[in-house]
């Protein structure tokens, strides 16, 4: 005759001591509650946070109208809880000119992408800094055009290979790539023009900080306000997220130096520009 083993659960020690659990890290208040669309590594949806955090912080999102141009960036609407506009391709800064006259109580901010705001919107970006727009640009820098297909944008790398140069850009076809950092600093109109990078936490602390000068530029009525996020683009990269963060440390961080390129907070003039800090070091 067998008998069957009776199974006896092992006993577990009873946890007298009292726990206590702190939440450290949570979603931004003016953060929608979904997923995102964006791929695998891409940077949008950390400039998103960087952008929702301050507007918690600064108690804005209650006066925030948000102008969203054509790109991936057209999607903030979808990820920040604040009124915004969709702008035309390229005319997110002449639309946010129109609100902010309109109605000079809110707090406007456009967000564009590199093909957006450097290639067709040109003209908007530099008429509306020189005039001095009271308004902040966020500009989302990662040297493509993301949502069209990967093609060569104003902010292209020489060699870097995208769908309209297959063998990389060529300086002598197609120009150098142009640092709008550099450019906006030199506008009569700009008080804070600011380049930052996405790439490193060390980096994204310093970016957060560069977007919280600009938003308090605008709410001081001081004048235009600018700030570049050097961002990843794996899918049209053509790399891992590894990859592309590394890229931008090793290749685009030289190209575009980050730092500060004008500040005219001090004094209330648009002085002298600011030697930009070395960046990636």
Not at 97 to 110: M, P, Q, S, Y
Request: proline letters at 5%.
């Amino acid at each position: 005759m067998t008998t069957k083993a009776k199974a006896v659960a092992p006993k577990v020690a009873a946890n007298t001591a009292s726990e206590t659990e702190e939440l450290v890290f949570d979603r931004p208040e003016s953060m929608v509650d979904r997923a995102t669309h964006y791929c695998p590594g891409c940077h949008h949806g950390i400039a998103h946070r960087l952008v929702a955090e301050l507007l918690d912080e600064m108690d804005l999102t209650k006066k925030t109208i948000a102008v969203s141009s054509i790109g991936c960036s057209v999607f903030l609407y979808n990820y920040i809880d604040v009124d915004t506009v969709e702008a035309p391709h390229g005319r997110a800064p002449a639309v946010a000119t129109g609100v902010k006259r309109a109605r000079g109580d809110k707090f406007v901010f456009t967000y564009q992408g590199d093909g957006d705001l450097a290639s067709i919107g040109m003209a908007e970006i530099m008429h509306a800094a020189n005039r001095g727009e009271r308004l902040t640009v966020v500009f989302v820098n990662n040297t493509v055009y993301g949502m069209t297909g990967g093609q060569m944008a104003p902010t292209t790398l020489i060699g870097q290979k995208t769908t309209t140069c297959p063998g990389g850009r060529c300086k002598d076809r197609e120009g150098s790539p142009i640092r709008m950092s550099e450019i906006i600093a030199q506008l009569g109109g700009v008080v804070f023009a600011a380049r930052g990078s996405l790439d490193s936490v060390k980096n994204i602390r310093q970016a957060k900080k560069y977007l919280k000068k600009a938003f308090e530029v605008q709410e001081q009525g001081l004048g235009f306000s600018f700030v570049e996020l050097l961002s990843g683009c794996p899918t049209n990269w053509r790399m891992t997220p590894l990859a592309a963060n590394k890229r931008i440390t090793e290749e685009m961080i030289p190209y575009f130096p980050l730092g500060v390129y004008r500040d005219s907070t001090a004094d209330g003039t648009c002085g002298s520009l600011v030697a930009p800090a070395e960046g990636g070091k």
